[in-house]
């Protein structure tokens, strides 16, 4: 058994979350889950749903993805749009428009292999939206998983009700079959610290901190160790 810790933040200040207790917590897949369907009692299934959680929207939020104005408008004031929302400047490249919500979760362990994976959940596409995944290894990469969207109904009004699933994460490790508890801690400074320098990287050097992150893998050392 492996220990993750974990945090949340909205926007870039650590210390902006609301209360826990309105927020909840990531909830096991397998909570509640109906088992009386066939699939729940198979294997496979089962193994898939170990290691995996659901984290939802904390609060109700409309929008809509105006292409001819080329914005994002929202039921939000300036301040808290500006703190919840990211738009890059190729935002509009693509086929689909390209948004970041800025739900921040952060992860870490004292255990070496543990990686983490965000995969789209199937509920999200009914409200418009499409998750972006990605996978890394919260052993050796100190940064937060966003919620990364393409929004595919543009031009009409959308909206992500408070427990609206946004994704699912599952940790497993490569070199090992193993499950996972995870433990919510206010992420230590050091963890903060050593995000800020992979923001710093991809900024002036863009994908190099996936060949920083992959040459610590291959080295098999621990660069923190965690109080």
């Not at 362990?109 to 965000?118: G, H, L, Y």
């Not at 199937?122 to 418009?128: F, K």
């Not at 009700?161 to 699912?168: A, E, S």
Request: glycine share 4%.
């Amino acid at each position: 058994m492996k220990k993750v810790f974990w945090d949340y933040c909205i926007g870039d200040d650590p210390e902006a979350k609301l209360p826990i207790d309105f927020v909840g917590t990531p909830k096991k897949f397998r909570a509640n889950y109906n088992t009386e369907y066939d699939h729940a009692k198979c294997p496979a299934w089962k193994k898939w749903t170990n290691n995996c959680w659901v984290v939802k929207q904390p609060f109700d939020i409309g929008l809509k993805c105006d292409t001819k104005e080329e914005r994002i408008n929202t039921d939000l004031d300036q301040k808290s749009y500006d703190q919840y929302f990211h738009v890059g400047p190729r935002w509009l490249e693509g086929e689909y428009p390209e948004i970041q919500l800025k739900l921040n979760y952060m992860f870490w362990t004292k255990d070496r292999d543990v990686w983490i994976e965000q995969i789209p959940h199937p509920l999200l596409s009914r409200h418009g939206f499409e998750l972006i995944p990605g996978t890394f290894p919260i052993s050796d990469w100190h940064r937060p998983l966003v919620v990364g969207l393409k929004i595919i109904d543009t031009d009409v009004n959308l909206q992500l009700k408070r427990g609206t699933p946004l994704y699912y994460f599952k940790l497993y490790s490569i070199k090992s079959d193993t499950d996972f508890m995870l433990e919510q801690k206010e992420a230590p400074k050091q963890w903060h610290k050593l995000h800020k320098q992979t923001n710093l990287l991809r900024q002036f050097a863009p994908f190099k901190s996936w060949d920083i992150m992959k040459s610590r893998v291959q080295e098999g050392k621990c660069p923190v160790k965690w109080n």
